[in-house]
């Protein structure tokens, strides 16, 4: 990597960091391109040399963040075990906390084009049946339920843990993590003996 190419890096992360300190003071709406340029102590040209304006910079920061939450959640669904699907959680609220300034401010931004909670959300959803929908013995209307409850118990699982001290969080989640994967895989075998026996649930 040459000069050139690190200066390049050092200046976008400056600006992005200092886009997310903005937003722990101010909502998008009131943060303008000067307010950036203020607290990063950069001129207009170098912000231009990299972004078209502020929603290109909170549309390009959200995209990566919903693609290692995306890349996160894939190590998840693909543990078969409930001791794996353990240690993979683990795994994600340990990069989320990495990550935790970035998440936390970009939730808050909802326009038309950034609205990475929203996103996140959804696909929660979408794996979610993704991964249960085999063999489900419910109609459309109950994966709808199981799969829309999941994806809001488990942003509500985030946003109450990136609020907290991690610590905390390590007292108080792993309990519940555990018993939910337990009554999960409790739900399954029963689904799969009903099918056997050609019962619902």
């Not at 203020?38 to 990566?64: G, P, V």
């Not at 509500?156 to 337990?182: A, G, M, Q």
């Amino acid at each position: 990597m040459n000069q050139q190419d690190l200066r390049v890096i050092k200046t976008k992360k400056n600006i992005e960091e200092s886009f997310l300190r903005l937003l722990e003071k101010k909502s998008f709406s009131e943060i303008t391109v000067q307010n950036i340029l203020d607290e990063a102590l950069i001129n207009r040209s170098t912000f231009y040399k990299h972004y078209s304006d502020k929603y290109d910079l909170a549309r390009l920061l959200s995209d990566r963040m919903f693609q290692e939450f995306q890349d996160m959640l894939e190590n998840r669904f693909l543990a078969s075990q409930n001791r794996e699907v353990y240690e993979t959680i683990d795994v994600i609220y340990e990069v989320l906390y990495d990550k935790q300034e970035a998440f936390l401010n970009l939730w808050k931004i909802h326009t038309d084009e950034v609205q990475l909670e929203n996103e996140m959300a959804d696909y929660l959803k979408h794996r979610f049946i993704a991964a249960y929908s085999s063999g489900f013995i419910g109609n459309a209307s109950q994966m709808d339920y199981l799969s829309g409850t999941y994806a809001a118990l488990t942003m509500s699982s985030l946003k109450w843990c990136l609020n907290h001290d991690y610590d905390t969080v390590r007292e108080v989640v792993p309990p519940f993590v555990r018993n939910i994967l337990l009554a999960m895989q409790e739900f399954r075998q029963l689904e799969h003996k009903c099918k056997e026996h050609g019962e619902k649930l």
